[in-house]
Nanobody, 124 residues
Framework: QVQLVESGGGLVQPGGSLRLSCAAS????????MAWVRQAPGKGPEWVSG????????RYADSVNGRFTISRDNAKNTLYLQMNNLKPEDTALYYC?????????????????WGRGTQVAVSS
């Protein structure tokens, strides 16, 4: 059974940092493209970042480029998102997602491939 379990969300002040984790199981993690997506209240989902299976090549949405860093540990079947200099507009439910294709490097993976999400709130 495929599982993606996100953790690490919380409430943080503007300018603060958080590190999200996504524990994967039930599939060969090291062979999948992975992505982080988010959905803010009242808005549609947004692709945030994607990472390739082997080399760990990464891409970011313009809105987070330079502030967020995606990484993966294939030995631990875990995906990460380090978020620095957080802004109120980063407030959202953050999901990790898997994709067998490189599409995850630039667009939303299928909804059925997302985890349950972890909430991030940025507020003073």
């Amino acid at each position: 059974q495929v599982q993606l379990v996100e953790s690490g969300g919380g409430l943080v002040q503007p300018g603060g940092s958080l590190r999200l984790s996504c524990a994967a199981s039930g599939f060969t993690f090291s062979t999948y493209y992975m992505a982080w997506v988010r959905q803010a209240p009242g808005k549609g989902p947004e692709w945030v970042s994607g990472i390739s299976p082997g080399s760990g090549r990464a891409r970011y949405a313009d809105s987070v480029n330079g502030r967020f860093t995606i990484s993966r540990d294939n030995a631990k079947n875990t995906l990460y998102l380090q978020m620095n200099n957080l802004k109120p507009e980063d407030t959202a439910l953050y999901y990790c997602a898997r994709d067998a294709t490189p599409n995850a490097m630039f667009e939303l993976p299928p909804r059925s491939s997302w985890g349950r999400g972890t909430q991030v709130a940025v507020s003073s």
